[in-house]
């Protein structure tokens, strides 16, 4: 017999009584045509009991009313649909629209919340992360998810279960690319993890179901409230806000470390992000390789004793100068001057928003 739609609410409700609350962080900026096609993966998961938050970082295009007609055409009832400013939304909403959020199918359920300029990677997923532990349901876990990835609908219960079989307080998932291959399953240390991101090598799932590994990929981690209650009371944000955005996930995992909390990476929870791809098509790619270049120098600076400083310096100049070389082969000088003030900025110690980051014209 077909259930009635009470019917189901209620085994929905019943199911999502025993699992914990996660809190989907997607950030958009001047792309929801890539955060609709996200919200769409989102809305097949499996997991009875989440609320998608989608933070738009002072977008220039029509992002906002685009995803608040698609919130109208897709959600159903409009109580299930809250659209904050972020000044409401640092308080944890409001308790009449709240209800409408806290109820229902988690496929109905969107808040959608206007941070009035670009605040990064960083302070775009603070803002969702603040919102998430203020509420008056707060979350148990916040997913940080890329707005150009893909979700399988099985990944959210795959990290959520990881995360309790492990005792770890973050849960990455296996990230792939649009043709199948994967470029992300762990790594081995913090150290190797960063050098490692001076050159490329390939990623290879383990048999088990799950294993220790120092970060997770930033694109598709599921972070407990613990760890973000403690990182916070450490120093007041989740995220760190000087990275703005490129390094800042190994930076989170390795301050949770030092409190004590494991990383994880859930073999069945997969992803598919291809950054590169949203680069060349969206992005301005100078900000990839000023922050990429500048950001791991700081997150080096941090991690590293003097000795391995050093080298990870001595190797990271070269590597660096010969991209710069290889762009202004290609024709791309615009490029090879972003690079080298990435480089300029790290060695500085120069932090947050690139200074040219909002300017259109090549500096």
């Not at 199911?15 to 950030?27: D, E, N, T």
């Not at 603040?130 to 893909?150: C, G, K, Q, S, T």
């Amino acid at each position: 017999m077909t259930k009635t739609i009470t019917e189901s609410l209620e085994s929905c409700q019943l199911r999502a009584a025993h699992q914990p609350l996660v809190v989907i962080s997607i950030l958009n900026w001047n792309g929801w045509q890539d955060t609709i096609t996200c919200l769409e993966s989102v809305r097949r998961l499996d997991y009875p009991n989440y609320l998608t938050v989608v933070v738009d970082n002072g977008s220039k295009d029509e992002s906002v009313p685009e995803l608040r007609a698609w919130a109208r055409k897709n959600l159903g009832e409009a109580r299930g649909f809250a659209d904050y400013s972020r000044e409401a939304a640092l308080q944890g909403g409001t308790a009449e629209v709240e209800g409408g959020t806290s109820n229902g199918d988690p496929p109905t359920q969107l808040v959608l919340i206007r941070n009035p300029e670009n605040l990064g990677f960083t302070g775009g997923h603070n803002t969702a992360i603040a919102y998430a532990m203020r509420r008056e349901l707060p979350a148990e876990y916040v997913f940080l998810l890329n707005n150009d990835a893909e979700v399988d609908p099985e990944c959210l219960t795959h990290l959520v279960s990881v995360g309790r079989k492990s005792g770890a307080g973050i849960v990455g998932a296996i990230v792939r690319n649009e043709a199948g291959t994967v470029y992300f399953a762990g790594s081995g240390s913090f150290r190797r993890h960063l050098f490692r991101s001076l050159i490329s090598q390939p990623a290879h799932p383990r048999s088990e179901e799950f294993w220790e590994s120092p970060v997770a990929y930033g694109a598709a981690m599921l972070v407990s409230r613990p760890v973000l209650d403690d990182v916070y009371l450490q120093r007041s944000m989740y995220l760190n806000d000087g990275l703005f955005a490129y390094g800042d996930e190994l930076e989170f995992c390795y301050v949770a470390n030092r409190h004590g909390y494991r990383t994880a990476i859930a073999r069945d929870a997969t992803v598919c992000h291809d950054s590169r791809s949203r680069v060349e098509r969206v992005y301005d790619p100078r900000y990839f390789f000023y922050y990429s270049a500048r950001n791991l120098l700081h997150v080096g600076k941090a991690m590293l004793s003097p000795p391995w400083r050093a080298m990870f310096y001595a190797a990271y100049l070269p590597l660096w100068i010969r991209r710069m070389a290889k762009r202004l082969i290609a024709g791309q000088p615009h490029l090879a001057r972003a690079i080298g003030y990435g480089l300029l900025d790290g060695y500085r110690g120069v932090v947050g928003k690139w200074k040219y980051h909002d300017r259109r014209a090549n500096p």
